[in-house]
């Protein structure tokens, strides 16, 4: 028999529902900024991280734009726009110093455990491709983010930097690359899953793992009713919260339509399932030590850009290739394949509709990769290591992403790729939609949130302070202040055990 049961008078200041990384950053930094914070955080699977954050669900990569040239688009004019790359790279400089902060004072495990260093680097091949490589370099070399980044087209130098992907390599084709050993592999699941540890032994934080939320809706007070099931037990209860934040990756569309808030009208969301080639021969693995990023296929998503990937899962560096894309109308690994049609609403029908007839090619592409054989995906693996043998790789079943589809004015509705966090008028909840960089960026994005929700406190000497403490920078443009980048990127090192920012010659 169910228990209905109610918790209107003692029930926390805030709901976090979804144990991934978004959760875990927002928790933590609430419970440094006010200790005496309640907060209650609902999961609807039995542990935490084990959705987008998960390491074999997650690229791993600590996106920090060095590598992934789909964040540097050439102009019409043949200029390299490098915007979003700085952007980028600022919020994972800001990630790290949270991290930094948290390792120092003991709230986290040892860095190890979580981040390593390894370079990164693109890779190109085509004279039009390598032109491109060698001004996108000479362009973002001139921002400080990005200074002690190599270029190369020496094969000599491309044999010591990638020498599987020089083996058997056609000599008559211009290639180039970029290297940049500031780079670095994150276990995101590693890093959530120590978060949570620290918090469910704060006072005031409960974390309840298999339970699902049913229902949402703002009562006559302000404060939101928060319908949850016990998945275990089929108790179900109503809880009482004065902010909520949905925090959980590709369940987060449904939730936020429940809310009724007008600011969630509207939006729709496009699912795109993922698939890895992992090495199994050790030997290979240990001859390559590199994030290898190269260009995305016409018409592909930027989450199916190929890359070549040295990882650490659970202790062992592993090497993976892809992502090769697929289409499940399933919104979460472990959800249900009614995802799709039941996110589509009144609101959000002529959005989606006009962003499908808008990316005909992403449809095609998309179907183009279900039905690949084997080996067509050898063959694209071959492009990038072209003395593979398919008997050292195995197909590994990677994360759902959610890519959002929005309203636009002159469109009716576009496809983006990026995150975004859309919040209430009254700013008393705040959902997170979207896909990648969103791990990299987690902290950059939460301190968005708080600015946004809670100006009031943000603006405070405590906070204010407290922020200071978490992000040395915090307030401040590393782009344009190279000494403040400087000093940044040697603290986050020393502490993350990071190789040095400025490499001794």
């Known amino acids: 028999m169910n228990h209905m049961k109610d918790a209107k008078d003692n029930g926390p200041d805030v709901v976090l529902i979804g144990a991934g990384i978004m959760s875990a950053t927002l928790g933590m930094m609430l419970k440094e900024l006010q200790p005496n914070l309640r907060i209650e955080i609902f999961e609807r699977l039995d542990v935490a991280a084990a959705e987008s954050s998960d390491a074999w669900n997650n690229a791993g990569t600590g996106h920090?734009?060095?590598?992934?040239?789909?964040?540097?688009?050439e102009k019409p004019d043949g200029t390299i726009d490098i915007l979003k790359a700085v952007k980028i790279a600022e919020s994972f400089e800001i990630s790290k110093q949270f991290w930094a902060y948290l390792i120092q004072n003991n709230i986290i495990e040892l860095p190890t455990s979580f981040i390593k260093s390894i370079p990164h680097m693109s890779f190109v091949w085509g004279n039009d491709n390598v032109n491109f490589l060698r001004k996108r370099y000479e362009t973002m070399t001139q921002c400080p983010l990005f200074q002690g980044m190599e270029y190369s087209e020496d094969r000599e130098q491309l044999k010591e930097w990638i020498p599987l992907i020089m083996e058997g390599r056609d000599t008559?084709?211009?290639i180039a690359a970029t290297r940049m050993d500031l780079g670095t592999d994150?276990?995101?699941?590693?890093?959530?899953?120590?978060?949570?540890?620290y918090l469910q032994q704060q006072e005031g934080v409960t974390i309840h793992f298999s339970h699902e939320v049913r229902k949402l809706r703002q009562v006559e007070d302000g404060r939101w009713r928060i319908r949850v099931k016990d998945l275990k037990s089929g108790d179900k209860r109503s809880v009482y919260a004065k902010y909520l934040f949905i925090g959980a990756g590709g369940g987060a569309l449904a939730l936020l339509e429940k809310s009724d808030i007008p600011e969630g009208q509207g939006y729709g969301g496009f699912p795109v399932s993922g698939q890895w080639l992992k090495c199994t021969n050790r030997a290979v693995i240990e001859r390559h030590q590199a994030k290898v990023y190269g260009l995305a296929a016409v018409g592909s998503p930027p989450m199916s850009v190929p890359h070549l990937d040295t990882r650490y899962i659970n202790g062992q560096q592993e090497l993976l290739f892809g992502p090769y894309a697929g289409f499940s109308t399933k919104f979460l690994k472990k959800g249900s394949f009614l995802d799709l049609p039941r996110s589509i609403k009144p609101a959000n029908l002529r959005p989606m509709i006009s962003a499908g007839?808008?990316?005909m090619a992403l449809t095609k592409y998309l179907i183009d990769q279900v039905r690949q054989s084997p080996e067509e995906r050898l063959g694209a693996l071959k492009d990038y290591f072209p003395e593979a043998k398919a008997e050292d790789w195995e197909l590994e079943v990677a994360g759902q992403r959610v890519q959002i589809i929005k309203k636009d004015a002159d469109k009716g509705g576009v496809l983006e790729f990026g995150t975004e966090v859309v919040s209430g008028a009254n700013c008393t909840l705040a959902a997170l939609l979207g896909a990648s960089p969103g791990a990299s960026t987690s902290v950059s994005i939460m301190i968005g949130l708080l600015e946004r929700c809670f100006m009031q406190r943000v603006n405070s000497e405590e906070w204010k302070g407290k922020l200071k403490e978490m992000i040395p920078s915090y307030g401040q443009s590393l782009s344009k202040n190279p000494e403040l980048l400087e000093q940044v990127r040697e603290y986050t090192g020393r502490v993350l055990d990071l190789v040095p920012a400025v490499k001794e010659k």
């Open 172 to 174: 008559s084709e211009p």
């Open 64 to 73: 920090s734009a060095f590598c992934e040239l789909n964040y540097t688009p």
């Open 186 to 197: 994150v276990n995101f699941g590693a890093l959530t899953r120590s978060m949570f540890n």
């Open 357 to 359: 007839i808008q990316n």
